[in-house]
T-cell receptor
Framework: DAMVIQNPRYQVTQFGKPVTLSCSQT?????MYWYQQKSSQAPKLLFH???????NEADTPDNFQSRRPNTSFCFLDIRSPGLGDAAMYLC??????????FGPGTRLTVL | GNSVTQMEGPVTLSEEAFLTINCTYT??????LFWYVQYPGEGLQLLLK?????DKGSNKGFEATYRKETTSFHLEKGSVQVSDSAVYFC????????????FGKGTLLTVNP
């Protein structure tokens, strides 16, 4: 089945230690999104790639970066994780402005 | 700007009860409307969608009708099961938000046997 895959499902890092989360998709969608979701809240969009074009949300901290080396893969880099960055990170994809499909998420714990 | 207001939970029902979760929206243009479901520890799954007025989205016994006159997209199910326990998010996208999703705050549903 075509799908959105996120690895790892659970990630533990130390305060200030860089961490990378990965997302891959077999849907051949041209748009990929990264969301942050904290407990009991709706997902918050961090940024998205429309094809190769990177689009950052105005309130996304500089600590968060992203890379998209090809159509299928997208990475979220957190340069210096703080305790406030502990959250579920969700990747989603879409074909242009059509419906977004989400992956299972990566739960990040910062010690 | 766009906004989505949905019924705040938590909602607790007994198995086989009728479910309604209210959702109303404000949008610049003519949005597409979605219901996503999130099971504990999981990502969001698309439950159903509607792209124009009077469309009815349906899936797994859940239904929602796009009502332009009342700017609503209420989620209903005739007989809930314990396995329906999850958080439900109403969302919209349209050109006014550059097709980004605007979410409601989510409604936690617990179904007891």
């Amino acid at each position: 089945d075509a799908m959105v895959i996120q690895n790892p499902r659970y990630q533990v890092t130390q305060f200030g230690k860089p961490v990378t989360l990965s997302c891959s998709q077999t849907l051949n969608h041209n748009v990929m999104y990264w969301y942050q979701q904290k407990s009991s809240q709706a997902p918050k969009l961090l940024f998205h790639y429309y094809d190769k074009d990177f689009n950052n949300e105005a309130d996304t901290p500089d600590n968060f970066q992203s890379r998209r080396p090809n159509t299928s893969f997208c990475f979220l880099d957190i340069r210096s994780p703080g305790l406030g960055d502990a959250a579920m990170y969700l990747c989603a994809t879409s074909r242009d402005a059509d419906t977004q499909y989400f992956g299972p998420g990566t739960r990040l714990t910062v010690l | 700007g766009n906004s989505v207001t949905q019924m705040e939970g938590p909602v607790t029902l007994s198995e086989e009860a009728f479910l309604t979760i209210n959702c109303t929206y404000t949008a610049t243009g003519y949005p597409s409307l979605f219901w996503y479901v999130q099971y504990p520890g999981e990502g969001l799954q698309l439950l159903l969608k509607a792209t124009k007025a009077d469309d009815k989205g349906s899936n797994k016994g859940f239904e929602a009708t796009y009502r332009k006159e009342t700017t609503s997209f209420h989620l209903e199910k005739g007989s809930v099961q314990v396995s329906d326990s999850a958080v439900y998010f109403c969302a919209l996208s349209d050109w006014g938000s550059n097709y980004k999703l605007t979410f409601g705050k989510g409604t936690l549903l617990t179904v007891n046997p």
